[in-house]
C-alpha cells in the first residue's frame, strides 16, 4: 500500500501515525518464537515497513542546531545535486553567519533564524521539505514532533545511547488529537 508523504507527516500529524500503521504494516509478520505462539496475545506495533513516499526532486532543506554536527551535514551535502538548502537556525545568530558563510559561492541563500524560537519559524516554513535537527538530544523530540506537524519531514542526529534520547515519543501513540498543521 502506498501512503502519499503529505498525508502521512502533515494531514494526518503525528496523531495520525498510529492511522497510518495499521494499513501499513497489516501485513507484517514477526519471526520471533514468542510472537509465533498460537496462543499468545498480540499486539500490533507501529514501524515504518513498506512506508513509501513521493520522489522530492530537489528536497529543499532546514537545520536546526549549527555546533559540530549540522556543520558537517552542510559540508557533506551542499555539492549534491537536489540538495538545497533553504533556511539555516542556530540560538546563536553567530554560529548561523558562520554555517551560511559555507554556503558562499555555491547556488544555495538560506534564510537565518537565532533565537530561543528561531527553529519554530524555520519548521512553519511551506517550502522546506526536510529538517534536520542537530541540537542537543534533549531538544530533539520536540523539535521533531513540531516540525512533522507542520508537514515537514525530520531527521536528527541521533546518540548513540537511545534509551536515555527520548526518542521513543515520537513512536508512541497519540494522547491528544493532533494540532492541524
Ligand atoms: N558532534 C558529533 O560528532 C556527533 C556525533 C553523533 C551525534 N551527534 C549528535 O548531534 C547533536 C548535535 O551535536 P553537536 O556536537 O553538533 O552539538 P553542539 O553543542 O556542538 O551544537 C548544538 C547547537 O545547537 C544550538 N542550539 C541549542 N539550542 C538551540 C535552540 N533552541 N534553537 C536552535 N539552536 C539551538 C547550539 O547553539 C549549538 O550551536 C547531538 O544530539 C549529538 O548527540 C553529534
Request: net charge positive; glycine share 10%.
Amino acid at each position: 500500500m502506498e501512503i502519499h508523504r503529505r498525508e502521512f507527516v502533515a494531514g494526518a500529524g503525528l496523531a495520525g501515525l498510529g492511522v497510518a500503521a495499521s494499513g501499513l504494516v497489516s501485513g507484517c509478520q514477526s519471526h520471533s518464537p514468542a510472537a509465533a505462539a498460537p496462543t499468545a496475545p498480540r499486539t500490533q506495533r507501529f514501524n515504518m515497513s513498506g512506508f513509501a513516499v513521493d520522489p522530492i526532486p530537489t528536497v529543499r532543506v532546514g537545520i536546526i542546531g549549527l555546533g559540530q554536527r549540522g556543520p558537517s551535514y552542510i559540508r557533506h551535502m551542499r555539492y549534491i545535486e537536489g540538495v538545497q538548502f533553504k533556511a539555516l537556525c542556530d540560538l546563536r545568530p553567530e554560529k548561523a553567519q558562520a554555517a551560511k558563510a559555507m554556503l558562499r559561492n555555491t547556488a544555495h541563500d538560506p534564510e537565518l533564524y537565532t533565537g530561543e524560537e528561531g527553529w519554530k519559524k524555520l519548521c512553519q516554513r511551506e517550502d522546506v521539505d526536510l529538517v534536520i535537527v542537530t541540537t542537543p538530544y534533549t531538544m530533539h523530540t520536540e523539535m521533531a514532533v513540531y516540525a512533522m506537524k507542520h508537514g515537514r519531514h525530520v531527521a536528527a542526529a541521533a546518540r548513540r545511547d537511545f534509551a536515555r534520547s527520548g526518542y521513543g515519543e515520537l513512536v508512541k501513540p497519540p494522547r491528544r488529537p493532533a494540532a492541524t498543521a
